[in-house]
């Protein structure tokens, strides 16, 4: 069975420019979330979904950071406009929204921002 | 803020032997929980171990929790090259049923051959 996919792996663009990263979860799970890493911050959760509902966006940084769950097989994380600061690993990860449920994870997409 | 305290940040020990890494946290939760991150890849989950369990083995992998303390250990035992990675442990909220997760900052481990 596919594991959480996100798009692109890479992604390196130039400051200003808007950024999109992709995410599907794993099929059936309800639960998603992203996250982004830093050797500086560690892995911070930037916002997660149920049932394609956001329902704690608290670790947004900024209002260029936008989520969105169009439905229970696609979700957006988008950056505007994109600053230097940004450039860290960007995580998704699904889940079954139960108790005691483990996360799944994707690959990340590395991005870097100029 | 993160919640859970990895100890040591960095371990280096010689295949076959076996890798303690442990875990503070500071509320009350639903259930602790061990990852693994090899370098350039997403975490992967290792082991859950509920609040009201004491120890829990999976293979090569013993973890014990101890609410009263806050605390968590990972062994490793009988480590091969192939568990040089990072660890860190999750903790879900005991206020919450939401499945969220706070990771800590994570314990590089390197077994040289």
């Known amino acids: 069975d596919a594991g959480v996919i996100q798009s692109p792996r890479h992604e390196v663009t130039e400051m200003g420019q808007e950024v999109t990263l992709r995410c599907k979860p794993i099929?059936?799970?309800?639960?998603l979330f992203w996250y982004r890493q830093t050797m500086m911050r560690g892995l911070e959760l930037l916002i997660y979904?149920?049932?394609?509902?956001?329902?704690?966006d608290s670790g947004m940084p900024e209002d260029r950071f936008s989520a969105k769950m169009p439905n229970a097989s696609f979700s957006t994380l988008k950056i505007q406009p994109s600053e230097p600061r940004d450039s860290a690993v960007y995580f998704c990860?699904?889940?079954?929204?139960?108790?005691?449920?483990?996360?799944?994870f994707g690959d990340g997409t590395r991005l870097s921002i100029l | 803020s993160q919640q859970g305290e990895e100890d040591p940040q960095a371990l280096s020990i010689q295949e076959g032997e076996n890798a303690t890494m442990n875990c503070s946290y500071k509320?009350?939760?639903?259930?602790l929980q061990w990852y693994r991150q090899n370098s350039g890849r997403g975490l992967v989950h290792l082991i859950l171990?509920?609040?009201?369990?004491r120890e829990k083995h999976s293979g090569r992998l013993r973890v014990t929790l101890d609410t009263s303390k806050k605390s968590s250990s990972l062994l490793i035992t009988a480590s091969r090259a192939a568990d040089t990675a990072s660890y860190f442990c999750?903790?879900?909220?005991?206020?919450?049923?939401?499945?969220?997760?706070?990771f800590g900052q994570g314990t590089t481990l390197q077994v040289k051959p």
């Open positions: 990860a699904s889940s079954l929204h139960r108790e005691s449920q483990p996360q799944h």
């Open positions: 099929s059936g799970h309800n639960s």
């Open positions: 979904f149920n049932n394609n509902v956001p329902i704690d």
């Open positions: 509320t009350s939760i639903n259930n």
């Open positions: 171990i509920r609040s009201n369990e």
């Open positions: 999750a903790t879900e909220d005991g206020s919450s049923n939401t499945g969220k997760l706070i």
